[in-house]
């Protein structure tokens, strides 16, 4: 079973420009996440998708991230602009439908914006 | 609001001891507690969980105990392993939204 795939892996840009994750789930997974990973801190939910539908964007800072799901499968967080403290790694996960918690997650795409 | 919190950024332990990592949480609704295990570069990976109705789980040489009253879990593996230097995240779910919180982490190295 392939996991979950992410690109780019690293990424760097300056301040105030744009720059776009992709994220591919498990396939027939569902439920889709996208993480922020600061250093030194736990993941931070920033959006959840439930096939297409957003379930939980309350800690998105909508001014600047935006993310969709196209088609219920994969999915895309872009970051317009860009400020320094959105340096982190941006981990997607997904999850089949049983609950428990046990998310799959991707490898991350690590941002470091100068 | 920190809702799960690791108070030890960081342990280390001898290969063949136990090695204890804790947990606390402030939300008496969660219904499940997980610990997600994370090399360099990689995503974290599920290790094991415990439902909030239990207060033992079991597998191999991991175990968490889970103290509701004190809003307090723990995770114990025995014997530590080289391989186990990773960092370990505590994360607690409300089963309604399967939604996971996640701790700070707590970076493991045992030493051979």
């Known amino acids: 079973e392939a996991g979950v795939a992410q690109s780019p892996r690293y990424k760097i840009i300056e301040k105030r420009q744009s720059v776009a994750f992709w994220c591919n789930p498990i396939s027939g997974h569902a439920t889709l996440y996208w993480y922020q990973q600061i250093l030194g801190q736990g993941p931070k939910l920033l959006i959840q998708f439930q096939n297409n539908g957003v379930v939980d964007d309350s800690q998105l800072p909508k001014d600047r991230f935006s993310a969709e799901r196209l088609k219920g499968v994969d999915s895309t967080l872009k970051i317009q602009p860009a400020k320094l403290e959105d340096s982190a790694v941006y981990l997607c996960?997904?999850?089949?439908?049983?609950?428990?918690?046990?998310?799959?997650f991707g490898e991350g795409s690590r941002l470091t914006v100068l | 609001d920190q809702q799960v919190k690791q108070n030890s950024p960081s342990l280390s332990v001898q290969e063949g001891r136990i090695s204890i990592l804790n947990c606390d949480y402030t939300n008496s609704m969660f219904d499940y507690f997980l610990w997600y295990k994370k090399y360099p570069a990689e995503g974290p990976t599920f290790l094991i969980s415990?439902?909030?109705?239990?207060d033992k789980n079991e597998d191999g040489r991991f175990t968490v105990f889970l103290n509701k009253s004190a809003k307090h879990l723990s995770l114990h593996i025995v014997p530590s392993q080289p391989g186990d230097s990773a960092v370990y995240f505590c994360?607690?779910?409300?089963?309604?939204?399967?939604?996971?919180?996640f701790g700070g982490g707590t970076r493991v190295l045992v030493k051979p």
């Open positions: 994360a607690a779910l409300k089963a309604a939204g399967n939604k996971l919180t």
């Open positions: 415990i439902s909030s109705i239990k």
């Open positions: 996960a997904s999850s089949p439908d049983r609950g428990g918690g046990e998310l799959f």
